[in-house]
């Protein structure tokens, strides 16, 4: 048996004759015990709030979107159209045109985007699915809108008011002076059939129309979108279909996934999480001094031993091995203790919903293997660290 680790371990399970020591040693167990435990609860909440931030813009994005490096808007030809069906790993894609516009309700008005959305737009995104609040999505080819909750808080606008019109204003394209209201915007009624809620910028966002509508209130042609939207199957080879689409539209296009479609938002999260886990290694880091000092009393304590073993031929570099590996056994034991009871806090909150942020919605958490090999290799890493520079302590001086 490996000599040092031996003598390690008999240090480790066995007490000290003095009782200071035993409960430094437990105060520096428990230290990283629940050092490992809070740090696996804390990056468990904030995986689960960042995918339960996501779930809204997941819920609207698509999984890949098409616009135009030039411009606002684009041709896509019956070609291409037929091109974007045979590539391998498209589920549906949808084509949209997107545009700022004025709208008018009972004396309010509101500045935001009118989308039209074609047929595929329910196959592409679930937003008509899954998070209409109120009434039903529209209905192609005619004058149905669907609006976000907010803009219908702004204006006061409720679904099938026929007292009073729903109006947009779409600026006309052209030069000269404009001398009339006529000459300036394009005008039309439109018919609220459903409000959808997502998020609260989302729903101050977008109003849905139908795609020939939005294209002959822009003065655009059938074949001119603003952008495409598309739907992967599940395992499909993002990098290849975007590869492809390259092709097809001669790399004039710009092709986003879902993260570089909400860059800002990924790029926050991210460093939200890397602020948290570096707080909390801080934290573990100021737990392991106590480490630090329950070895150092340790080898005062075995001081007579260390003498006795040195006499016998110990070298001093394996006399400095027993309390290193005495330590780094400690951490291991603390972080596996410590993830064992993180990870059952975890599973009760998801099983059980023990804390909720309302009534209805616990608070979101998220197990993660990802999560148990960062904490366990952070706390070993520290443990480590902590155990060499107790260890080094251990000199030909104090045995002589």
Not at 328 to 352: A, M, N, P, T, Y
């Amino acid at each position: 048996m490996n000599f040092p680790l031996y003598i390690a371990k008999r240090y480790l399970f066995s007490k000290s004759n003095n009782n200071a020591i035993n409960i430094i040693t437990g105060i520096a167990s428990l230290g990283i015990i629940v050092g490992a435990m809070a740090l696996f609860v804390v990056l468990s909440v904030f995986s689960g709030l960042r995918d339960f931030s996501l779930s809204f813009s997941n819920d609207f994005d698509p999984d890949l979107k098409v616009n135009t490096i030039l411009g606002k808007t684009f041709f896509i030809s019956p070609n291409q159209e037929n091109q974007l069906k045979q590539i391998d790993g498209i589920a549906s894609y949808s084509k949209v045109v997107e545009e700022r516009v004025l709208f008018f309700f009972n004396g309010k008005e509101v500045v935001t985007y009118l989308k039209g959305v074609d047929a595929n737009f329910t196959k592409t995104n679930i937003l008509s699915q899954k998070n209409i609040f109120n009434g039903q999505w529209l209905k192609p080819n005619t004058f149905q809108v669907v609006v976000g909750y907010g803009i219908s808080q702004k204006l006061s606008l409720g679904l099938f008011d026929f007292n009073n019109p729903f109006e947009v204003y779409v600026p006309r394209k052209g030069k000269g002076v404009i001398e009339s209201e006529e000459e300036a915007f394009y005008k039309s009624n439109l018919i609220p059939v459903g409000i959808y809620a997502i998020s609260e910028d989302l729903d101050s966002k977008f109003v849905f129309c139908d795609l020939p509508l939005a294209q002959d209130l822009l003065e655009l042609k059938p074949n001119e979108v603003s952008g495409i939207e598309i739907k992967t199957k599940n395992n499909a080879d993002e990098s290849a279909i975007i590869e492809k689409l390259n092709l097809i539209f001669q790399n004039k296009v710009a092709i986003k996934n879902r993260a570089q479609q909400n860059a800002t938002l990924y790029k926050m999260l991210n460093t939200e999480n890397i602020a948290v886990y570096l707080i909390f290694t801080l934290v573990i880091i100021i737990a392991l001094f106590n480490l630090i000092g329950a070895l150092i009393m340790m080898i005062l304590d075995k001081k007579s031993n260390l003498k006795t073993l040195f006499n016998l031929g110990s070298e001093i570099k394996d006399l400095k091995k027993i309390f290193l590996l005495q330590g780094s056994l400690l951490s291991v034991l603390g972080g596996i203790i410590g993830l064992v009871l993180g990870i059952g806090i975890v599973l009760l909150q998801q099983q059980f919903k023990l804390v909720m942020i309302t009534e209805s919605l616990a608070y979101p958490v998220v197990f993660s293997f990802q999560n148990v090999v960062l904490v366990f290799a952070t706390i070993v890493a520290l443990g480590v660290v902590s155990s060499w520079i107790a260890s080094s302590r251990v000199t030909k001086k104090l045995v002589d």
